[in-house]
């Protein structure tokens, strides 16, 4: 039989789930990939001093799987080049590997007509854009 289910208490522990069974639970209800609307700050991305940016308190999902953010953390940009502008991506990045969820700067490549980082959209790493600093 081809059917899913879930949730029930385990009786005789014959009931096992796992977190891919959790996070399938979402499916269908809400995107797999998003900052959540009215939780904190939403994630919002702002300049700080110097080459830092902040990330404000939010909750989001990333490839099925939610992060939240109880507290602002900043984050340090690489040093400008000295003639040309370019783009760095601030996300939250998804790691099969690692099993976790952080916030990364990806720096982009100095041009003088600059491009945005990619983001990541493998099977072992996924990444949603939380802003793009020029």
Do not use: C
């Amino acid at each position: 039989m081809a059917i899913t289910f879930g949730f029930f208490n385990s009786v005789n522990d014959d009931r096992l789930y796992n977190a891919e069974t959790f996070n399938n639970y979402f499916e269908g209800l809400i995107s797999q990939n998003g900052v959540f609307d009215n939780v904190g700050n939403e994630l919002a991305v702002a300049v700080g001093d110097g080459l830092t940016v902040t990330v404000a308190d939010g909750k989001a999902l990333v490839n099925s799987h939610w992060v939240k953010l109880s507290a602002a953390e900043t984050l340090t940009l690489a040093t400008a080049h000295n003639l040309f502008s370019r783009y760095d991506m601030i996300s939250l990045r998804w790691n099969a590997a690692t099993r976790d969820v952080t916030l990364q700067v990806t720096t982009g490549t100095p041009a003088s007509t600059p491009v945005r980082p990619t983001p990541v959209t493998s099977d072992t790493e996924y990444e949603i854009v939380l802003a793009y600093v020029l």
